[in-house]
T-cell receptor, first 113, second 112 residues
Framework: AQSVTQLDSHVSVSEGTPVLLRCNYS??????LFWYVQHPNKGLQLLLK??????LVKGINGFEAEFKKSETSFHLTKPSAHMSDAAEYFC???????????FGTGTSLTVIP | EAQVTQNPRYLITVTGKKLTVTCSQN?????MSWYRQDPGLGLRQIYY???????DKGDVPEGYKVSRKEKRNFPLILESPSPNQTSLYFC???????????FGSGTRLTVV
């Protein structure tokens, strides 16, 4: 079985400071991992994905994530938060051979001016 | 523009009245899926489809039906809606297993 846990339901950072959103997964096999962002009253947008290539993945809007198999983690980071980053972020895991896409419960990011 | 289009965006209905939420994608994607989003629960998969005439249950399929008669369309059918199906619904499609989903804008359904 596979699942994904987002360790923080809410994160607040000041504008210009680093962002860290934590995600741990459990999977019996090699997973694919994704981060999505959802702005208020909007759909979901793909930020980045890991599918067994480079372990450090760069995404849109300056976000990146590192796949650490030994820690079963896929944390999302950004060096400097911007006001427009305020949104809900979802970590997703799926098997390379799987058809189901498992979402974490989300982390709400607040950026303080 | 490559997109997933779902309609309607908002729907209020009464218990027991059959309804259909349509979903269409113009990217020739093999995979399509329906999710519901509820506060504190994230997104949960209702049904997914790997190709025309191939569908399977997700985590919360009870009370829903789907069909995939054409590659581009994947409607979600609620035969007899109940208040616990009040939720925000998303349709999504993707090219294949190594790809992320592209999501529609969502349908906010209220069942009274």
């Amino acid at each position: 079985a596979q699942s994904v846990t987002q360790l923080d339901s809410h994160v607040s950072v000041s504008e210009g400071t680093p962002v860290l959103l934590r995600c741990n997964y459990s999977s019996s096999y090699s997973p694919s991992l994704f981060w999505y962002v959802q702005h208020p009253n909007k759909g979901l947008q793909l930020l980045l994905k890991y599918t067994s290539a480079a372990t450090l993945v760069k995404g849109i809007n300056g976000f990146e994530a590192e796949f650490k198999k030994s820690e079963t983690s896929f944390h999302l980071t950004k060096p400097s938060a911007h006001m427009s980053d305020a949104a809900e972020y979802f970590c997703v895991v799926t098997l390379l051979t799987g058809n189901q896409f498992y979402f974490g419960t989300g982390t709400s990011l607040t950026v303080i001016p | 523009e490559a997109q997933v289009t779902q309609n309607p965006r908002y729907l209020i209905t009464v218990t027991g009245k059959k309804l259909t939420v349509t979903c269409s994608q113009n990217m020739n994607h093999e995979y399509m899926s329906w999710y519901r989003q509820d506060p504190g629960l994230g997104l949960r998969q209702i049904y997914y489809s790997m190709n025309v005439e191939v569908t399977d249950k997700g985590d919360v399929p009870e009370g829903y039906k789907v069909s995939r008669k054409e590659k581009r369309n994947f409607p979600l059918i609620l035969e007899s809606p109940s208040p616990n199906q009040t939720s925000l619904y998303f349709c999504a499609s993707r090219r294949g297993q190594n790809y992320g989903y592209t999501f529609g804008s969502g349908t906010r359904l209220t069942v009274v």
